[in-house]
């Protein structure tokens, strides 16, 4: 019998391969898949494509689909809630902050230039920014109403501190949510994927929520 599959999906510039932790905590009882996409290339039509073509691979299959999608992995998946069991959203771009809403303004001006990546090196996929993978986050963000997403099926993990996305008004917009909180030395909040980037314990009681929802 096949397994079910775990799809995990990046956040923007962020290295999917970071989830790897996640994969080893959840162990063998799931099959796993990458959805290795670089928001720095197209448009968002051409990240709406290259998901679609994702999920032809699943066509013929039996498994059940489980989704982990950070950030603006979450924006893009959502629209296809309905392909997934059960769904899991870390610090989804749902509602933003003051500082990405000016870069979204700014993203509109033809001459401005892409931005320098803070995130930690070995977190990021670049160490730039392009300011077309900015438009589309914006494009995506504007898109979205907390009536598009399925509470009976996601669970929102996101830590009250985010610095770049409105975690008070998410809180208040969704409800099944996992209140997480960084590390000590992570400098970002919004930064929270493994054990070395989540509070001590933390990580273990996201696997333990995990484990709990992906369980038929």
């Avoid at 510039?13 to 670089?38: C, H, M, R, T, W």
Wanted: charged share 25%; proline share 3%; aromatic share 12%.
């Amino acid at each position: 019998m096949a397994k079910n599959i775990v799809v995990f999906v990046p956040g923007l510039n962020f290295n999917v391969q970071k989830f790897s932790e996640i994969e080893k905590a959840l162990g063998d009882n799931f099959s796993y898949e990458y959805f290795n996409i670089d928001y720095n290339k197209g448009s968002v039509a051409d990240w709406e494509n290259e998901r679609d073509q994702f999920f032809k691979k699943f066509d013929h299959s039996e498994s059940k689909l489980f989704l982990i999608a950070q950030s603006l992995g979450a924006l893009l998946f959502n629209p296809s809630s309905q392909r997934f069991e059960k769904i899991v959203y870390l610090s989804p771009a749902f509602s933003l902050k003051l500082a990405p809403k000016l870069i979204c303004l700014m993203a509109k001006i033809p001459f401005w230039h892409d931005l320098k990546s803070r995130n930690y090196k070995e977190y990021r996929l670049h160490d730039e920014t392009t300011r077309t993978a900015y438009e589309g986050l914006c494009e995506l963000n504007n898109r979205f109403n907390y009536s598009q997403l399925d509470s009976k099926k996601a669970l929102v993990a996101i830590d009250l501190k985010d610095e770049l996305v409105d975690a008070k008004v998410i809180e208040k917009n969704v409800t099944n949510l996992v209140l997480l909180k960084k590390a000590l030395d992570n400098k970002f909040h919004h930064l929270i994927v493994d054990e070395k980037t989540m509070a001590k314990g933390d990580f273990d009681r996201f696997i333990h929520s995990l484990q709990i929802l992906f369980t038929p």
